[in-house]
């Protein structure tokens, strides 16, 4: 057990010096070469440098190699909040160098580095170092100023069970990432085959079971358009339809209510389950989003939006449907962005000419209910995963004070 020994606080200036990173380099001399250098992404992305994000590099004698347990800094950013990040080296291997828009960092005293890595991304070093930033349009740090910062240095086998703690819980946040990502791709996967492409009857996966072709419906038979106006302002909460997070209160969403409550007569009434399609497309929507509101509880939305209530055929498969991409060619086709670059542009009339595939009942519902389950796989690893990354962060905030 570890004895209770005082932490002390020295200068970074008295724990190690510094040393430039590549210098007198010329475009040419990147992309090719036997050496590789650390680039200013890698250290900006990663506490503990990436070793599968170097770049190549022609090298000569006069610049300086980087060794095992070095820290590097960025020098500059476009925000004082991300000036001077940094990013620990912990690899022995030869011919590897700083890019230019960085500075070097090597201890000359003992040092556990996964402490290191971990300590200078707490919110209390992190704070310091944000304070040092200078600038207008682009900010940079001082790297005497930043040599000047106090960093608590407790012994060495504390160093190491701290830093052997934080590479713990960032193998487990790596380990669910990959979970979920995969179970991401898997839905994803699922999407693109068990609805029919484009002029086929019958999808590439499909249940046991079920063998009859597809059939096909439109949008506007199986849908009606909610043309309700709150006109008493009887509902007060204003929801907004993300392409992300689907539909969710404003006030959730934006952390404060955008609409004003004195003009909500005008907006349409949702309804729970009701369907919302949104014209602003984004890198999530490239046609705008349809979703479908899932709170259980009835709101109000901006009259530019599209409200649809369907009343033939399970609401969950419907809702996966307009999950998947099948929908947009018809969106490309028979609309377009219109005066708005962000804005997709379609007549109500057309949009309710969407063609739906529409198997039978029972092939809807086991598609919606498998689809239904995939989602709460995804939602659960999220929530694991944000579990443990908070988890993190309180400790980050907590052991580094």
Same mark, same amino acid.
């Given at each position: 057990?570890?004895?209770?020994?005082?932490?002390?606080?020295?200068?970074? &200036?008295?724990?190690?010096?510094?040393?430039?990173?590549?210098?007198?380099?010329?475009?040419?001399?990147?992309?090719?070469?036997?050496?590789?250098?650390?680039?200013?992404?890698?250290?900006?992305?990663?506490?503990?440098?990436?070793?599968?994000?170097?770049?190549?590099? *022609?090298?000569?004698?006069?610049?300086?190699?980087?060794?095992?347990?070095?820290?590097?800094?960025?020098?500059?950013?476009?925000?004082?909040? *991300?000036?001077?990040?940094?990013? #620990?080296?912990?690899?022995?291997?030869?011919?590897?160098?700083?890019?230019?828009?960085?500075?070097?960092?090597?201890?000359?005293?003992?040092?556990?580095?996964?402490?290191?890595?971990?300590?200078?991304?707490?919110?209390?070093?992190?704070?310091?170092?944000?304070?040092?930033?200078?600038?207008?349009?682009?900010?940079? =740090?001082?790297?005497?100023?930043?040599?000047?910062?106090?960093?608590?240095?407790?012994?060495?086998?504390?160093?190491?069970?701290?830093?052997?703690?934080?590479?713990?819980?960032?193998?487990?946040?790596?380990?669910?990432?990959?979970?979920?990502?995969?179970?991401?791709?898997?839905?994803?996967?699922?999407?693109?085959?068990?609805?029919?492409?484009?002029?086929?009857?019958?999808?590439?996966?499909?249940? *046991?079971?079920? +063998?009859?072709?597809?059939?096909?419906?439109?949008?506007?038979?199986?849908?009606?358009?909610?043309?309700?106006?709150?006109?008493?302002?009887? $509902?007060? *909460?204003?929801?907004?339809?993300?392409?992300?997070?689907?539909?969710?209160?404003?006030?959730?969403?934006?952390?404060?209510?955008?609409?004003?409550?004195?003009?909500?007569?005008?907006? &349409?009434?949702?309804?729970?389950?009701?369907?919302?399609?949104?014209?602003? =497309?984004?890198?999530?929507?490239? #046609?705008?989003?349809?979703?479908?509101?899932?709170?259980?509880?009835?709101?109000?939305? &901006?009259?530019?939006? +599209?409200?649809?209530? #369907?009343?033939?055929?399970?609401?969950?498969?419907?809702?996966?449907?307009?999950?998947?991409?099948?929908? $947009?060619?018809?969106?490309?086709?028979?609309?377009?962005?219109?005066?708005?670059?962000?804005?997709?542009?379609?007549?109500? &009339?057309?949009?309710?000419?969407?063609?739906?595939?529409?198997?039978?009942? $029972?092939?809807?519902?086991?598609?919606?209910?498998?689809?239904?389950?995939?989602?709460?796989? #995804?939602?659960?690893?999220?929530?694991?995963?944000?579990?443990?990354?908070?988890?993190?962060?309180? +400790?980050?905030?907590?052991?580094?004070?």
């Amino acid at each position: 057990m570890l004895r209770n020994y005082a932490w002390e606080q020295r200068a970074l &200036s008295c724990v190690g010096s510094t040393y430039t990173g590549l210098s007198g380099k010329t475009k040419e001399d990147f992309g090719k070469g036997d050496a590789r250098f650390v680039t200013y992404l890698n250290v900006f992305a990663n506490p503990i440098t990436n070793l599968d994000g170097l770049g190549e590099v *022609e090298i000569d004698d006069k610049q300086n190699t980087v060794k095992y347990g070095d820290v590097f800094f960025t020098t500059s950013s476009e925000t004082p909040e *991300e000036v001077g990040m940094s990013s #620990v080296w912990l690899y022995s291997i030869n011919n590897v160098y700083l890019n230019s828009f960085c500075f070097g960092f090597r201890p000359s005293i003992e040092a556990d580095p996964h402490y290191l890595a971990f300590l200078l991304r707490s919110p209390s070093i992190r704070t310091q170092i944000q304070l040092l930033a200078q600038g207008i349009s682009r900010y940079n =740090i001082s790297k005497t100023k930043l040599m000047d910062i106090e960093i608590p240095t407790p012994v060495i086998p504390e160093q190491t069970a701290i830093g052997s703690f934080f590479r713990t819980l960032d193998t487990t946040i790596t380990l669910y990432k990959r979970k979920l990502d995969g179970l991401k791709r898997l839905k994803s996967a699922y999407l693109q085959q068990m609805f029919p492409q484009a002029g086929e009857s019958v999808p590439k996966v499909r249940f *046991e079971g079920f +063998y009859k072709p597809w059939g096909v419906r439109l949008l506007g038979e199986i849908s009606i358009k909610v043309n309700e106006k709150n006109k008493d302002c009887r $509902h007060t *909460e204003t929801f907004t339809n993300s392409a992300e997070f689907g539909i969710i209160s404003q006030r959730d969403f934006f952390d404060k209510d955008i609409s004003n409550e004195k003009n909500l007569g005008g907006y &349409s009434v949702v309804q729970p389950n009701d369907f919302v399609y949104n014209p602003r =497309i984004s890198n999530f929507a490239p #046609v705008g989003p349809i979703k479908r509101n899932l709170l259980g509880r009835t709101g109000v939305m &901006s009259p530019l939006y +599209y409200v649809f209530r #369907v009343i033939e055929g399970d609401l969950t498969f419907i809702e996966k449907f307009f999950e998947s991409v099948y929908w $947009h060619e018809f969106m490309k086709m028979n609309g377009d962005n219109g005066v708005r670059a962000d804005r997709f542009n379609i007549k109500d &009339s057309t949009f309710e000419q969407m063609p739906i595939p529409f198997p039978d009942e $029972h092939e809807q519902k086991a598609i919606g209910k498998f689809l239904y389950n995939l989602d709460m796989l #995804v939602a659960d690893q999220q929530s694991k995963l944000d579990k443990v990354t908070k988890l993190k962060t309180a +400790y980050l905030s907590k052991m580094f004070i």
